[in-house]
């Protein structure tokens, strides 16, 4: 006879641990005895400890404007946190003791180590912390109030630079939800002020940049800027956090200086097939979220919404200086400051980004296109080379440019392809104007500029080929670059870009190294880099081991 036999289902968010974990924790941190209502930790503060009952019970509260909302009790073997424990940030609940307990008071330094050494615990806490946190979010259990409108630009920056920084908020649209107007009364809003976030419940930012959110939710609170660093990162997309996790898992006092919010290019993609170990894909929101919370438990900084505007390399130690003011000294620096894909000015264009428009015309675009018609614009070789192939999967390629012809910006070769290639489309003088569809792109309108005509067509499929700009004008004249600004490296720069760049060494530049010893570019801003997730992340990591031999050079 068979049985089966139920098992109680794990539960990850708010497990209890076996006495021998309790005993392993003990080491990182103090016993303490607390009295029933102490409060152990306040919203809002920084830097919050991390609380294991032994005896008693804890219960987390979550504070609005007049009253408490009870969200869990913890019970002996259970702790206490989410994932700002990881980065320091503000905390968002309250946790006050419901009964005379014994409690074990870890520090969040202690904790890190904790996380690092011991990887059985390591593995339990983690995915709490991260699994709470998705919880806050999910039920908008934060400090901040976003009132806006989803037709509304400035609402929709806000929203994303929240999101993209994993913090809860509530979101209050004017044109949909109701009792609107107490909200607006009790904060002195009006409505021409949108989007306005209510930080923390006390300060009201009315259409507040990325840089005030971060400074009044204290984004970057903790992080030392005047500590000199081992390595300094600039840009947190894929490369730069490879290299953050990298750096810091083997013992490197890393920093990154990110001017918006983990994710770079990636973080916009609704879901990439092609990086390994995710066979149904993930979206790049995801991929970031997990790799900068891998980060953070390994030790490393980050600043965010926050530019580097300038290196200074004069002199070694180098530094960077952020948003015009402040000096980060860097003993080694990594650019992976990635690059910006030149957009037309199409307002839904981002809607659709993943969903129909792509900046890539791989086999992986190709496939979704099959037996379709598609469009492209641009009239460099990557838009030829791209209409040229799509031709070969789609019923028909559109190509549109707004100059008068090809012959400037094209490869002879691939203008006589598209002449000859009765599937493809040359529309001169031609621009799209708008963009159709709810969920996927679902037709194009487009306006032939000499005349004025206008044509509407159901197309599904946008490729925009016009090009990616490097973030590098912020170097001036420090580095070689090539002819399109991208960082040359490693055998890339030639014998007379080195001697014009001075290179001091008897040795020749390491592979990901720029024309200046021990400053490293990585991913999409290096010139010759593959524009692909997995390639960014491997040049993040390899680009540590040579920060380890600039270190000791
Ligand atoms: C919509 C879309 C979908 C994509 N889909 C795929 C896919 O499915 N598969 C795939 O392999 N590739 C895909 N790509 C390409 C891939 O995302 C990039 O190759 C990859 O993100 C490059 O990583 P990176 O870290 O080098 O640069 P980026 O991702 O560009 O990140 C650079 C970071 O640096 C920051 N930064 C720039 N300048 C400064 C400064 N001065 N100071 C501080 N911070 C700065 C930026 O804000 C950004 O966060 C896609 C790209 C896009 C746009």
Redesign the pocket.
């Known amino acids: 006879m068979v049985t089966s036999q139920r098992t109680e289902p794990i539960d990850h968010v708010f497990p209890t641990l076996a006495q021998s974990h309790a005993d392993r924790l003990r080491r990182y941190g103090v016993l303490r005895q607390v009295e029933a209502g102490e409060t152990l930790l306040e919203p809002g503060t920084i830097d919050p400890h991390f609380y294991v009952v032994v005896d008693g019970s804890l219960e987390i509260v979550r504070e609005t404007r007049d009253s408490e909302t009870l969200i869990h009790v913890h019970l002996p073997g259970q702790f206490t946190g989410e994932a700002n424990l990881l980065s320091g940030r503000r905390a968002l609940v309250r946790i006050r003791a419901r009964e005379r307990s014994e409690i074990i008071d870890i520090d969040r330094p202690q904790l890190l180590r904790l996380l690092q050494t011991d990887s059985e615990i390591g593995e339990i806490v983690t995915r709490a912390l991260i699994l709470r946190r998705a919880e806050l979010i999910g039920r908008g259990y934060g400090d901040a109030v976003l009132v806006g409108s989803r037709h509304c630009a400035g609402t929709l920056r806000v929203r994303e630079f929240l999101t993209k920084n994993g913090h809860p908020f509530q979101s209050i649209d004017l044109d949909t939800d109701d009792g609107v107007q107490e909200l607006l009364d009790t904060f002195g809003i009006r409505s021409n002020d949108i989007p306005v976030l209510i930080c923390r419940c006390e300060v009201v930012l009315r259409n507040p940049s990325n840089e005030e959110i971060a400074d009044c939710l204290g984004f970057n609170e903790l992080v030392n800027l005047d500590q000199m660093r081992d390595v300094v990162i600039?840009?947190?997309?894929?490369?730069?956090?490879a290299a953050a996790v990298y750096a810091a898992s083997e013992g490197l006092d890393a920093l990154v200086?990110?001017?918006?919010?983990?994710?770079?290019?990636?973080?916009?993609?609704s879901?990439?097939?092609?990086?390994l170990g995710f066979p149904n894909g993930i979206s790049?929101q995801e991929l970031a979220s997990r790799a900068w919370n891998q980060a953070q438990k390994f030790g490393a900084g980050l600043v965010v919404a926050?530019?580097?505007?300038r290196l200074l390399c004069e002199k070694r130690p180098y530094a960077i200086e952020i948003d015009g003011g402040q000096r980060v000294a860097a003993r080694t620096i990594i650019i992976?400051?990635?690059?910006?894909?030149r957009k037309p000015e199409l307002p839904s264009l981002h809607e659709f980004?993943?969903a129909g428009v792509?900046?890539?015309a791989t086999f992986?675009e190709a496939q979704l296109c099959k037996d379709e018609e598609v469009a492209i614009v641009g009239g460099g070789n990557s838009a030829g080379q791209a209409a040229v192939f799509l031709a070969n999967i789609a019923t028909h390629v559109h190509l549109f440019v707004r100059s008068r012809g090809l012959t400037d910006t094209m490869s002879r070769y691939l203008i006589r392809r598209i002449e000859d290639n009765d599937r493809i489309t040359l529309r001169t003088f031609t621009e799209i104007t708008e963009l159709q569809g709810e969920r996927h792109l679902e037709g194009l309108t487009w306006r032939h500029t000499p005349t004025g005509d206008v044509e509407q067509r159901a197309i599904r499929h946008l490729f925009i080929m016009t090009g990616a700009a490097p973030?590098t004008a912020?170097l001036e004249k420090c580095l070689v670059c090539d002819e399109k600004g991208f960082i040359k490296t490693g055998a890339d720069l030639t014998r007379d870009d080195l001697h014009a760049a001075e290179w001091p060494l008897a040795r020749a530049p390491h592979t990901l190294e720029t024309s200046l010893p021990g400053i490293f570019a990585?991913?999409?801003?290096r010139s010759g880099?593959?524009?692909?997730?997995?390639?960014?992340v491997g040049e993040?990591a390899a680009a540590v081991a040579l920060v380890h031999r600039a270190l000791r050079e």
């Open positions: 600039v840009g947190a997309g894929p490369s730069g956090m200086v990110e001017m918006n919010a983990p994710g770079g290019q990636a973080g916009s993609s879901r990439i097939e092609n990086y790049g926050k530019h580097a505007t992976a400051a990635g690059a910006q894909y980004e993943g792509y900046y890539g992986m973030s912020w990585v991913g999409d801003v880099s593959m524009k692909r997730v997995a390639s960014a993040g």
